[in-house]
């Protein structure tokens, strides 16, 4: 069922969403809130948009030009809904198409920044896949895979361009193993738990293309405390929806 709702903390921002489908999740709000916007900052690029709710919050932070792209149609749909239902449509454009096709397409070096929280499963043999389509795309690399990303990253991002992301702890070898060996210097990460005394189960990183050595390992973020509210750190983290667009 498609409804309308508050995004997740930010109260003057609403989003469409499709209840029966992969709704977005607490990942987008913590990368979007992560993610280094500076005042030059002028073309941003989000992989695999959904919703869009990432350009929903980036756009309290900047004024820069947002591209959400998103392979599946039902989605960009609802995140074109979106982004005219905040009246922002002169700062946020939704393209729906694979990003492989889109990176071919536009010349290299076309933003200053690119965000993504991408499918987290590698695809196998035995891997059980949910039989909606859209969970499956949203969960699995079955349309682009880890490197597939970080190929059309390296293309699409300009020098000294930054590339964040969200991924699982588990995958964050990997995930480092890329940023290297296409062109992304690692430069912050920052490892997320659900509750104190917990195990991570998220981890943002951060990159800057063609970068200077030196990595910043930042504090943990907690997201919830033993009552099940959220964390003060938390609160602090996404600024609570107070955010204002800033002049570029």
Same mark, same amino acid.
């Given at each position: 069922?498609?409804?309308?709702? &508050?995004?997740?903390g930010?109260?003057?921002?609403? =989003?469409?969403?499709n209840? &029966?489908?992969?709704a977005?999740?607490?990942?987008?709000? #913590?990368?979007?809130?992560?993610?280094?916007?500076?005042?030059?900052?002028?073309? =941003?690029?989000?992989?695999?948009?959904?919703?869009?709710? =990432?350009?929903l =919050?980036?756009s309290?932070?900047t004024?820069?030009?947002?591209?959400g792209?998103?392979?599946?149609?039902? #989605?960009?749909?609802?995140?074109?809904?979106?982004?005219?239902?905040?009246?922002?449509?002169?700062?946020?454009?939704?393209?729906?198409?694979?990003?492989?096709?889109?990176a071919?397409?536009?010349?290299?070096?076309s933003f &200053?920044?690119?965000?993504?929280?991408?499918?987290?499963?590698?695809?196998?043999?035995?891997?059980?896949?949910?039989? &909606?389509?859209h969970?499956t795309?949203?969960?699995?690399?079955?349309?682009?895979?880890?490197?597939?990303?970080?190929?059309?990253?390296?293309?699409?991002?300009?020098?000294?361009?930054?590339?964040?992301?969200?991924?699982?702890?588990e995958?964050? #070898?990997?995930?480092l193993?890329?940023y290297?060996q296409?062109?992304?210097e690692?430069?912050?990460?920052?490892?997320?738990?659900?509750?104190?005394?917990?195990?991570?189960?998220?981890?943002?990183?951060?990159?800057?293309?063609?970068?200077?050595?030196? #990595?910043?390992?930042?504090?943990?973020?907690?997201?919830?405390?033993?009552?099940?509210?959220?964390?003060?750190?938390?609160?602090d983290f996404?600024k609570?929806?107070?955010?204002?667009?800033?002049e570029?």
């Open positions: 069922m498609e409804c309308l709702n &508050d995004l997740l930010y109260p003057n921002r609403k =989003i469409y969403q209840t &029966d489908w992969f977005f999740s607490l990942d987008s709000v #913590l990368l979007a809130n992560f993610v280094t916007i500076l005042p030059r900052t002028k073309t =941003i690029l989000d992989i695999g948009t959904g919703t869009a709710p =990432i350009p =919050i980036l309290l932070n004024k820069a030009k947002i591209v792209i998103e392979v599946q149609e039902d #989605l960009a749909h609802l995140a074109l809904k979106s982004v005219q239902y905040n009246q922002l449509d002169d700062q946020i454009s939704i393209v729906q198409k694979d990003v492989q096709s889109y071919e397409e536009m010349e290299s070096d &200053d920044v690119i965000v993504s929280n991408p499918p987290y499963f590698k695809v196998e043999k035995n891997n059980f896949h949910n039989q &909606d389509l969970k795309l949203a969960r699995h690399e079955v349309a682009l895979s880890l490197e597939e990303l970080f190929q059309c990253v390296r293309k699409l991002l300009k020098n000294d361009g930054v590339f964040a992301m969200v991924h699982r702890p995958r964050l #070898l990997e995930i193993d890329l290297r296409y062109g992304l690692p430069k912050k990460i920052q490892l997320v738990y659900p509750k104190e005394g917990k195990d991570a189960h998220m981890v943002l990183i951060e990159g800057v293309k063609h970068g200077k050595p030196g #990595l910043r390992l930042l504090a943990p973020l907690i997201i919830h405390d033993s009552n099940n509210q959220y964390t003060q750190e938390y609160k996404i609570e929806g107070e955010n204002e667009p800033k570029l």
